[in-house]
């Protein structure tokens, strides 16, 4: 009911420390650019949408992801194979071994910096949104609750009053 009063004007509010109402717009922003960057980050680590959805079953389930082979290791593996069909000690199947062995290598730290990016990036802005996010969340929640009811509180008291001095007046 105060809530309801308050938003058509027709209930006093209680107003929060400006500092306070500062750090709560603080928390909102951090808190919506955290969500952007994450998923932003998803899109550039994994860029097939599919794979992000299996990938997010799998940490729900809390089970291991299954590893993939980049796009880079993949190419390695043609041209390696590629090389031996036309013989390794032809100009051109020298050339693809070295590039395939490249390839494999460029592969390998590709598939390293996914892993060190998600461990070390993507894993706290994650507990930030679900730990301290959820946290700043509920105590907010808590705080308006508690603030409704001081108004409400208030309310009544001020009610009171004026019908207490309107029977003095009698």
């Not at 500092?19 to 860029?47: G, M, Y």
């Not at 290598?105 to 598939?111: K, M, N, P, Q, V």
């Not at 001081?150 to 008291?157: E, P, S």
Request: hydrophobic content about 35%; overall charge positive; glycine content about 4%.
């Amino acid at each position: 009911l105060q809530f309801t009063e308050e938003k058509l004007g027709q209930a006093e509010k209680t107003e929060l420390d400006a500092h306070f109402e500062s750090l709560l717009a603080r928390a909102d922003c951090t808190k919506n650019w955290t969500e952007k960057i994450l998923r932003q980050t998803e899109v550039l680590l994994q860029p097939n949408p599919s794979a992000r959805v299996e990938e997010f079953l799998y940490e729900k389930l809390d089970r291991k992801v299954p590893s993939r082979v980049t796009n880079g290791e993949l190419l390695a593996q043609y041209m390696t194979e590629a090389a031996n069909d036309f013989g390794p000690g032809t100009p051109y199947g020298k050339t693809l071994i070295k590039v395939g062995e490249t390839q494999r290598r460029l592969g390998a730290a590709e598939r390293d910096f996914i892993h060190s990016a998600s461990i070390n990036f993507l894993t706290p802005l994650r507990n930030f949104l679900e730990g301290d996010w959820r946290t700043i969340s509920k105590e907010r929640r808590i705080l308006q609750n508690r603030r409704l009811d001081l108004d409400a509180c208030k309310a009544r008291l001020k009610k009171a009053k004026a019908a207490e001095a309107k029977a003095a007046v009698t």
